[in-house]
């Protein structure tokens, strides 16, 4: 079981900054696809904290506010839930 550890964003967004510039070196190919798996789990990590701050942004806004709903459409969009989708099955429940 992989033990699970907590980096900084400003880390995490280095680290991917840095898999971005080797990819323009050529390298053998156990290299390189050391370099693809690094890459793939810190853009689903940055992807997830990005997520994260959407949410966060769209529960803290004023309840009932223009700004909380355009704060759930980006979180929805983000998410890649379609807004359509969760307006009408809302509307389902009213």
Do not use: C
């Amino acid at each position: 079981m992989e033990k699970k550890i907590q980096i900084s964003e400003k880390f995490l967004t280095d680290v991917n900054e840095l898999i971005l510039r080797l990819e323009q070196f050529s390298f053998d190919e156990d290299i390189n696809v050391l370099l693809n798996n690094i890459k793939k789990h810190t853009e689903a990590k940055i992807d997830s904290l990005e997520r994260h701050k959407q949410y966060t942004a769209y529960k803290t806004a004023a309840p009932m506010s223009e700004e909380r709903e355009t704060k759930r459409k980006e979180y929805l969009e983000g998410a890649g839930i379609r807004v359509s989708w969760t307006t009408a099955r809302e509307s389902f429940y009213e």
